[in-house]
């Protein structure tokens, strides 16, 4: 019997390095400090239920440092591991403000590739011991050398060179893409070795699942709330069953695998919904078609839109290609109703 052994995920980064044509192997470098990053997040989300144990014994860590926020302290992994690394030359994440001008090393200025990233994704999922990710989307920048530019970071989805997720979850795992494919890696937490365990996903085109938060309900567009019905219909193969975690990471992965519809739609409170374009929605949205499936804000392509601000938010809907297009059906004709 023939028998390989598991590919890790630094052995894959390099095997596909000649993917590229003249590749630098500056994306590879990239990839591996953001693998870094996600085995030191990694350790923390862990030891969360930890940290009112140690808050009583006077608020610090082993170290003797004050415990921080896991999104802060998620952020700050993140951000060293690439300013380290000098593999990028800016970086914009959900806990910041404006975006980061890395110009430390000589090497960073010379680096073309900014990154965008939701450090911590679902963190109010901490406290309960329930799933939370990391989210992160990467250009070429377009403006020429010098310091990073907000242009270079408010680039549409279609003009992403790799995107990807870990999810802290039940096992912690590695999804990404440089599009050609989605390939998914596992931690083994006693080596610290993320391998390769679900190679080339493909999301279902059609699924079962819907998750959205049906609390806000009332407050929905006419479309999304005639979908919900339409899901808990007793006809053709439904009800379907709902299924909401509140981490769009963990939400998302789930369907990937099982086929299912993630949205976060508009309300009537906030037109544009309560998700972020460029390091939640783009990223996710450039996976789904990559895996097969659609990512769509109710009416279009979510990887055309333009985006204008560097947090702008969008409404989301995202999974199995059959679920977003019946959706946007929905959409369709609940606009032309309100018309006539
Ligand atoms: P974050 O923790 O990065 O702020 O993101 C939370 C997001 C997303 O992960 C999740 O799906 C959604 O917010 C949940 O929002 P609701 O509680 O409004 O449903
Ligand atoms: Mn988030
Ligand atoms: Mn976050």
Redo the contacts with the bound molecule.
Sequence with gaps: MKSTSPLTLGEFIIDKQADFQYSSGELSRLLSAIRLASKVVNQQVNKAGLVDIIGAMGNQNVQGEEQQKL?VFANEVFIAALNNREVVCGIAS?ENEDFIDVRTGENSQKSKYVVLI?P?????NIDVNVNVGTIFSIYRRVSQDGPVQLEDFLQPGNKQVAAGYVVYGSSTMLVYTTGNGVNGFTLDPALGVFYLSHPNIKIPTKGKIYSI?EG?YIKFPQGIKDYIKYCQEEKEGRPYTSR?I????A?FHRNMLKGGIYI?PSYSQSPKG??RLLY?CNPMGFLAEQAGGKASNGFQRILDLNPVELHERTPFVCGSSEMVEKVEEFMKNAERNEKS
């Design positions: 999104d959900e939701d911590l994704d679902g963190s109010s938060n806000n909401y509140g981490s769009l990471v939400d976060y309560k998700l939640e």
